[in-house]
C-alpha cells in the first residue's frame, strides 16, 4: 500500500483524463491485457529452468524498469539476470566474463527494433553464439513493437521467439508489458502481484475525484512548485533498494515533461529535472545543498514502514533501538530540518517494499507524467531530442 502526504488536489482531473485519453496511450490499459500477460508468463516458465544467465541487451526504457525490479526486490535468482544498457566496451566484458555463454538466454529489448546500441549488442553476442555453434533461436528472444523495425523484420525471417510490446506503448511507459515483466518473471518475481499494484492505482489514476486521484495531486504538486520556480525534484527514497526506481524515474519525467515546443508549436524549453538521492547516506552529501544551496527543488522522500529485516542497535544511549527506527526517526528529522529552512517536500509512504508496491509506483509516476504533460501543454509522449541524436549517429556511421 501506498500513500501520498500532499494535500495539494486542487481543481479537477476530469478535463486532463479526456486530454490524456485523446493520445492514445497504452500504458494503463495494458495491464488487462490477459493474453499479453499470460503469453509473457508462460514463456518465462517454460524457460526458466533451462539456462544458467538471462542478459538483457536494451537501453533506456528497454532496460530501466528491470534494473530496478531486479535491485528492489532481488528474488532468490536475481545474481542469474544481467542487463547490458550501455555500450561502454569494459562493461560488456564485464557481464560477458561473468556468464557461460552456452548457458545464457539472451532477450534484445528495443520497442522501435532500430536502436544502434541495442542492434550492436546483439551483433556481438550473436557472433559468440555462432562461433560457438549454437542455434541463435534458442539463444535469443526479441521483445519488441508487433509490426515494424529490424528486429521485428528479422524475427519473421529467421523464425525468432517474440514478444510484442503495444504500438501504443512508448520505450519509458512499458515497464508493465513483456519488456521488464519478461526478464522479471525468469527470476522468480511474481510479476501477477506487479499487476495487482498497478490496478489499484490506475483505478486512483481514472478517478474523477480529486481527493482519491493520488497521480493527480503528486502532478499538481510537482506542478505548482514548478511553476513557482522548483524545477528539480528531488527523489529522496530511505531505502537502497529503490536507488534503481529513482533512475527509472528520472528517465520518465526527464525525457517526458523536457520539451521545447509546447502542444501549439510555440517555444517553451518546458521540463522537470530529476536528481536522485539516497537516505540516510545523502545527509552527509546533497542534504547541505537541500538544506543551504539554490532553493530550487522539491524534495520527494520516500519511507518505508517495514523493511525484510529488523536489526536491533546493541547500545543503551542509543536506547536499543533498531537500524528500522533509527531510518524512519532520521527522515523525519531531515525532512522537518528542510521544512525549517522553507524547503518545499513531499512523501510518499509504502508500507514495504513488494511487487505489489512496486506496480503501484510504477503506475503513480507514470499517470503523474500524464497529468504533468497536460499542465505543461505538451506532448509528454514524444522524444524528438533523442530521436535527433539517434538519427546523427546513424549519419556519423555512414559516414565512415
Ligand atoms: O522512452 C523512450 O522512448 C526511449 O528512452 C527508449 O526507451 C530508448 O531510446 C530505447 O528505445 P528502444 O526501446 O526503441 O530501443
Known sequence: MLTLDSKNSKGSPIKFLRDIEKRNQGFYKIIDDKKAFEKTENLAKKLKNNFNHFVVLGIGGSALGTICLKNALKPKDYEKLFVIDNIDPDFIKEIENKIDIKKTLFIVVSKSG??????????????KITDQKLDTKKHFIFITDSEKGYLRGLANKENYETLDVPSNVGGRFSVLTAVSLFPA??????????????????????????????????????????????????????????????????????????????????????????????????????????????????????????????????????????FNELINIEKT?????????????????????????????????????????????????????????????????LKL
Not at 486521484?213 to 511553476?227: K, V
Not at 509512504?349 to 499542465?375: P, W
Request: hydrophobic share 35%; net charge positive.
Open 185 to 322: 518473471a525468469l527470476i522468480g518475481i511474481d510479476i501477477k502481484k506487479i499487476i495487482t499494484g498497478a490496478k489499484k492505482m490506475r483505478d486512483r489514476f481514472l478517478s474523477k475525484d480529486a481527493k482519491k486521484n493520488i497521480p493527480f495531486s503528486l502532478a499538481n504538486t510537482q506542478y505548482d512548485f514548478y511553476e513557482k520556480g522548483f524545477k528539480t525534484n528531488i527523489l529522496f527514497p530511505y531505502s537502497n533498494s529503490l536507488s534503481s526506481f529513482s533512475d527509472w524515474v528520472k528517465q520518465l519525467v526527464c525525457e517526458s515533461t523536457g520539451k521545447k515546443f509546447d502542444n501549439k508549436k510555440r517555444k517553451v524549453f518546458t521540463g522537470i529535472t530529476i536528481v536522485p538521492a539516497i537516505g540516510v547516506t545523502d545527509q552527509h552529501a546533497q542534504s547541505q545543498l537541500f538544506h543551504e544551496g539554490p532553493n530550487d527543488k522539491l524534495i520527494i522522500f520516500f519511507e518505508i514502514e517495514k523493511f525484510k529485516n529488523t536489526l536491533k542497535i546493541p547500545n543503551k544511549n542509543l536506547k536499543n533501538i533498531t
Open 333 to 397: 528529522s531531515t525532512k522537518k530540518s528542510l521544512q525549517e529552512a522553507k524547503r518545499p517536500t513531499l512523501t510518499i509512504k509504502l508500507d514495504q517494499i513488494s511487487e505489489e508496491t512496486l506496480g503501484e509506483l510504477f503506475m503513480l509516476f507514470e499517470g503523474a507524467t500524464a497529468f504533468l504533460g497536460e499542465f505543461l501543454n505538451i506532448n509528454a509522449f514524444n522524444q524528438p531530442g533523442v530521436e535527433h541524436s539517434k538519427k546523427l549517429t546513424k549519419q556519423a556511421i
Open 114 to 127: 532500430d536502436t544502434l546500441e541495442t542492434l550492436s549488442q546483439f551483433f556481438y553476442f550473436h557472433k
